[in-house]
């Protein structure tokens, strides 16, 4: 009876796998989502701000932020959506909220909302990296960056449609 007791006990200490505490670690960064400057391969047409939108933004605070928020994605980083909830809800609170006269228009304010969608998007992909394809999280950043241009080019339009003198016949 003690030998198979014996035997039970060496049984078990024999299948117990030894592992280092760093080896679970390492494996967990490796799971981690890491993106690079290729990675971000994105074609589309970026459009730049006309002069006279840049002296409208130019004080636009939240504005601003969303630039250097849109420049970092393009450098493949995305740190600003990770585990950082209330930032981008401040952000977002503060860009649509703060529309300068001159450049609100629904055209303008459907593009804002078309951009928060596309930032709520990419924050939940980012945030469930470990489950989802770096090809979603790509396909997400082109969607922000494509939607910030979209709204690049509609406030370029409305500025450029407000300086039109048209004269209507009477």
Known sequence: MKKIILVGLLLMLVSCKDQAPGAAEHTTEESALQLTNADIKISFVEFELDGQVKSITQNWKAYNQLEETTSNLKRADVSFFKENHDMLETLIADFSTTV?????????????????????????????????QQKEVVASIEDVLKAHTNLKFQMNKKVERDAQKIQRPN
């Open 100 to 132: 300068p006269e001159r450049l609100s228009s629904p055209a303008v304010l459907a593009r804002i909302v078309a951009l928060e969608n596309a930032m709520y998007k990419l924050e939940n992909v980012v945030n469930i990296s470990s489950h989802s």
